[in-house]
């Protein structure tokens, strides 16, 4: 793969950019396997529509077709947007005060992933993101065990976070 600069200008970073070291979808590390792509959850709905509408220039085009995203004058999440109808996100804010928040991706995990999957690799950020990723199998488990298979209306807050995650909380 040759290697491709992205640079990045929008409200939450002035300036930065980074290097596509892979093809797009390709190349994961070997324990990080998510069920679905950065297009896959904006169409299914995810984080209140409010999530990454301010920097789609950064991403293809496609993403965004089928997206499932809040007015633009919206600042508020809709959880109506969300798959399940919920709201399953806490505010920016505690993910700051938790230190959950890489300096580079200002809007969390999901754009940490979103460049993930477009080719980018930072080794000892991704091993962090990796884990924390990891780490939502719990809900997994408590939602495998409480609940019918393909009972939807089961956990449906812990079924939105999980779908947050790339996990397919459909499926469970």
Known sequence: MKMKKVKVKDK????????????MGKNFDPSFKPELTPKQMLAL?????????????????????????????????????????????????????KGWIYKDDPRGWFQWYSRYYMGRRI??????????????????????????AGDLTCRPKQRQAILHWAYDSRKL
Not at 141 to 148: A, E, G, P, S
């Open 12 to 23: 939450m970073q002035s300036e930065y950019s980074y290097t596509l070291v892979e093809e």
């Open 45 to 97: 709905g995810v984080f209140g529509g409010v999530y990454m509408r301010d920097c789609r220039k950064e991403f293809p085009e496609d993403w965004f077709t089928k997206a499932k995203f809040a007015p633009d004058t919206t600042k508020k999440h809709l959880a109506d947007i969300n798959l399940f109808k919920v709201n399953a996100s806490q505010p920016l804010s505690v993910w700051k005060k």
């Open 123 to 148: 080794k000892d950020e991704d091993a962090k993101q990796i884990k924390r990723w990891r780490a939502i199998k719990r809900h997994i488990t408590q939602v495998t065990k409480n609940c019918r």
